[in-house]
């Protein structure tokens, strides 16, 4: 903006200012004025009303006039209503005036809200004699009150006085207004104005005012915006079109202004000034020029860069950065960088930003880009360039390149960085062993702080394990220049012993002459300590600590050598425990691992020095018998072994006997191969098995081939199944007497086609061994619900079920599959369960069969009285059906025992509603003797032999018919 311009515009600021506040000033006044005038006519209007009123009550006394509805309006509270409204039609201006109480006569005298307001006013301040107040009518219009004080006088008294005083027609018509006192407030005078019509006087009498005022103030603002451009503002463009030229470096320039004012004596300063500028440009051109030639000298770049990025000077080594066809005046940021915006951010802060900030030097590092496009790292060091009075005007940089010496630094730190923090210890010595370094993880590892083995030789940590010759050969390899790695058990300072895995290493430097040596070492204690740990864990029982399998096997092979050399003979015996997992089932697992750990101390105790006790896992047990002379030394140590066996087993207060069973082979006799020898041990104890509990077996070439015929059966077992090798039969199921079919039993064969039928008292228990029964009796359930569904009559089908099958089959989710992939309906399944089944887990197996029954389906108990029967059982077990062993059925006829107990068994079972199946009826004589003793169903060749599904469903359709 001009200064004219700007001068006008303060002038005229100045004189509206005036302008307002003297317009405000006479609206204030005028307003004034006008209030006062309100008030004079307002003063007029009740002096009048008061004489009207009181004429009007004068003379309505005087006249003896009775008060009626004829006369009542003569009455001055009557005659005010009526008269403001005549007004209103002589007066447009919308003033209204009324007497009016707080205890009217006649509705129309009844005071408002603000006229009660007015009305306690006066009572309150008994000097009052008029009041003037501004308020706001119910509909938002804005009126003027004005009220004066009706107060009772001396000739009030004789109609508001004692209701006895007054003339008979006012005591007659009026019940109120009376009990007034001299000088009481009986009402008041009420005048309202509105407000608009104070504002339109006030209006009209300013507008005539300010047109005058208007025309004044503006001639004078025009005569003095005249006056400032002849003397001042022609005057100051001179002067400044002559600043101009100096300013653009005509050192020539001068001003010639007339008079003696002040703007004359600005020209003269300005001569004078621009007289020292040229003889100063001078002295700074030769200045410019010895400075550039001194800064151009320095090996590193130097800039002068305004506070606004522009570089003002730069030297020849900065010049470098400077792109092809580029001259200043550029930006710093384009010099260094390449780039169209400062610098900023952490990363790359600005230094004239950071100078400018703080006023004093920074150091930092940058990256810059050079002409050539590459880029290199620069230390730069900023000072702030400031004027002569401290004024920050930008700074003076100077630069280094780094680059180099960081890339040394990096690598020397990330080296350092390492070493420190190496997982494995890292010692320098110099060339006669003496240590110059250790990192902290030596500290940590040995014990010792660098302060304490500076100087020293490594040899503070051995242990005296390491042999001489050994170190030997360490020095004779580093010294020659080659790498030495190895093991060594050294010690800490606590005096604990260490494993360390070694290498140490000659360092070379730059003429490629050994002046230190680095060894690099890891603490492998544990790893040690572990591989201990894992060859102890291969070898031994994690229970017995005895040897396991692998050890036990070892050892037999270095007996049987020893043997060989010696010419003498080893016995390897495997030892079974009889019956020992009825401990577990009954006691717990704790207790049956107790008793195993007393065994083995016991046999351990009982062997001669050279045996081995080893353990085979679960209750085998495998002993060799070392440097034996004949086959009979084997029995002698073996009746050693028995008396191991003859005190009982102590575990929580009982006292547990067990027995053994074993097989024993004899070396060279039987074999010299280790695991043939096993085999043989394996076979006879198996034999050993078959005889009854706490036999002895040796092995012989018959145990030898049985075993091969029984791997050899095992294995073809294993693929019975799924070559379709396995069917089912069924043997009928009658009601006893009446011979009427109600269920069959479905009994697994196996017809092999090379071995033939194989009967199921062989394959069965070695299914059983192996886990295949699992399987196997999955696939036997599937058959059996699959094939009953087709049978014409809705009769049951019976399933025998493993113990294996209870512990590994799921069986509860297995029956429910079959069933509902069958479609069998779950009344029609019967499963049996042997009394062998209820000493295992009797209370997971209580639930099982528990949540069998509530699918539907029926348990029964097979083979009753073959083992260790419990009417126990009977009670806690939800069977529904007890099957009496043929055992017993065979010799009913002429065993009276037999017989007795069949018939004890019957009645037993119906007294607990128990079903009752005899099982082996071959003749009619049994048939006919139990059905007399009321047994409810018969199962036997009597009535058929188990048939294949075909044949059983022809035997249906006979007995059909």
């Not at 007659?172 to 009986?186: N, T, W």
């Not at 027995?659 to 043939?676: C, K, L």
Request: net charge negative; glycine share 6%; aromatic share 8%.
């Amino acid at each position: 903006m001009r200064l004219q311009t700007k001068l006008l515009a303060v002038f005229g600021a100045v004189f509206l200012s005036l302008y307002l506040a003297v317009e405000y000033h006479q609206y204030r006044q005028n307003r004034a004025a006008i209030v006062a005038q309100l008030l004079d006519e307002a003063e007029v209007i009740a002096g009048t009303l008061q004489a009207v009123r009181r004429v009007y009550q004068h003379q309505f006394i005087a006249s003896g006039l009775p008060v009626n509805d004829a006369t009542i309006g003569f009455l001055p509270a009557h005659a005010m209503p009526r008269i403001s409204a005549e007004f209103l039609h002589f007066v447009r201006t919308g003033l209204s005036f009324n007497n009016v109480s707080d205890r009217a006569r006649n509705a129309h005298n009844a005071a408002d809200s603000v006229e009660l307001e007015a009305i306690n006013y006066f009572r309150a301040d008994v000097e009052a004699t008029s009041r003037m107040v501004p308020f706001t009518s119910a509909d938002g219009r804005h009126f003027y009150h004005y009220a004066k004080p009706l107060r009772i006088e001396q000739y009030c008294l004789q109609c508001h006085g004692s209701r006895q005083d007054a003339p008979d027609t006012i005591r007659a018509q009026y019940d109120s207004g009376f009990d007034y006192q001299l000088g009481d407030v009986r009402g008041i005078l009420s005048i309202k104005l509105p407000a608009d019509e104070l504002e339109k006087r006030v209006a009209a009498r300013q507008y005539r005012e300010m047109g005058t005022r208007l025309a004044v103030f503006a001639a004078a603002f025009v005569l003095l915006s005249l006056l400032l451009k002849h003397v001042v503002v022609r005057r100051l463009a001179q002067l400044k079109g002559q600043m101009q030229r100096l300013r653009d470096g005509d050192y020539a320039a001068r001003v010639s202004l007339a008079g003696e004012d002040e703007l004359a004596e600005l020209a003269q300063s300005f001569n004078a000034m621009a007289d020292a500028v040229a003889a100063g440009n001078t002295q700074i051109e030769h200045e410019r020029v010895f400075l550039q030639t001194v800064i151009d000298g320095a090996l590193d770049p130097i800039m002068v860069i305004a506070d606004d990025y522009q570089v003002l000077m730069m030297n020849r080594a900065a010049r470098r950065y400077l792109r092809h066809g580029e001259d200043l005046p550029l930006r710093c940021h384009r010099v260094s960088h390449n780039q169209d915006q400062p610098c900023g951010g952490n990363g790359h802060p600005c230094p004239l930003d950071e100078v400018r900030r703080t006023l004093r030097p920074v150091t930092m590092v940058h990256e810059h880009v050079l002409a050539d496009g590459s880029r290199r790292l620069f230390e730069l060091e900023a000072t702030p360039l400031l004027d002569e009075r401290g004024t920050f005007k930008g700074i003076i940089e100077t630069s280094r390149d780094i680059t180099d010496r960081v890339r040394a630094e990096e690598r020397l730190r990330k080296l350092s960085q390492a070493v420190e923090q190496s997982p494995v210890s890292v010692i320098i010595t110099d060339l006669n062993g003496a240590i110059e370094y250790v990192n902290p993880k030596f500290e940590e590892v040995t014990g010792y702080r660098l302060e304490e083995v500076q100087g020293s030789n490594p040899r503070v940590l051995k242990s005296g394990h390491t042999a001489s010759a050994e170190y030997r050969t360490l020095w004779e390899t580093i010294k020659r220049g080659d790498i030495w790695r190895g093991e060594f058990l050294n010690r800490r300072k606590n005096g604990e012993l260490f494993w360390e895995y070694a290498s140490i290493s000659p360092i070379r430097n730059a003429q490629g002459d050994v002046d230190h040596f680095l060894a690099v070492k890891e603490d492998i204690t544990v790893r040690k300590e572990y591989e201990q740990r894992l060859l102890h864990q291969e070898s031994y029982d994690a229970l017995t600590e005895l040897p396991n399998r692998m050890l036990a096997a070892d050892r037999v092979g270095q007996a049987v050598v020893h043997a060989r050399r010696e010419g003498r003979r080893v016995g390897v015996v495997s030892l079974y425990l009889d019956n020992f997992k009825n401990i577990n089932d009954s006691l717990g697992h704790g207790s049956g691992d107790e008793v195993l750990l007393q065994l083995a101390r016991r046999l351990v105790a009982a062997m001669r020095e050279g045996d081995t006790v080893a353990r085979l896992g679960g209750d085998e047990f495998l002993i060799v018998l070392a440097e034996l002379a004949t086959p009979e030394d084997a029995e002698r140590v073996l009746d050693k072994v028995r008396t191991v066996f003859e005190r009982p087993f102590l575990v929580e207060d009982k006292s547990i006997y067990l027995t053994p069973s074993m097989g024993v082979t004899v070396a060279p006799d039987d074999s010299e191969d280790v695991h043939i020898l096993l085999r043989n041990a394996d076979a006879a104890l198996h034999r050993a098995k078959e005889l009854g509990r706490n036999m002895t077996q040796f092995f012989t070439p018959e145990m030898n081939e049985r075993a091969i015929k029984r791997l050899e059966l095992e294995l073809q077992l294993r693929h019975a199944q799924e070559r379709g090798e396995l069917s089912l039969h069924y043997q009928p199921q009658v009601i006893s007497g009446s011979g009427r079919v109600i269920g069959a039993e479905a009994l697994l064969r196996w017809q092999h086609p090379s071995f033939g039928a194989v009967s199921p008292e062989r394959f069965i228990p070695l299914a059983e061994e192996t886990g295949l029964i699992v399987s196997m009796g999955r696939w036997v359930l599937e058959t059996a619900c699959r094939e009953a569904v087709a049978w014409p009559q809705p009769l049951r089908v019976s399933v025998n079920v493993s113990s294996r099958q209870f512990r590994d089959g799921d069986l509860v989710e297995t029956v429910l599959q079959v069933l509902n992939d069958t479609g069998l309906a779950p009344e029609r399944l019967e499963l049996e369960v042997t009394e062998s089944l209820l000493l295992q887990d009797m209370e997971g197996t209580a639930q099982i069969l528990e949540r069998l029954q509530l699918l539907g389906v029926r348990i029964a108990l097979d083979d009753f009285g073959t083992g260790y029967s419990s009417l126990s059982y009977l009670k806690r077990f939800p069977f529904g059906v007890l099957k009496i062993d043929r055992s017993f059925v065979n010799d009913i006829i002429d065993d009276p025992d037999d017989a007795a107990l069949c018939e004890a068994i019957i009645q037993m079972a119906h007294v607990l509603n128990l079903k009752v199946i005899a099982e082996g009826v071959e003749t009619a004589e049994q048939m006919e003797y139990l059905a007399a003793r009321g047994v409810d169903l018969v199962q036997g060749y009597y009535y058929s032999r188990p048939l294949p599904a075909a044949e059983f469903l022809l035997y249906l359709a006979r007995n059909d018919q």
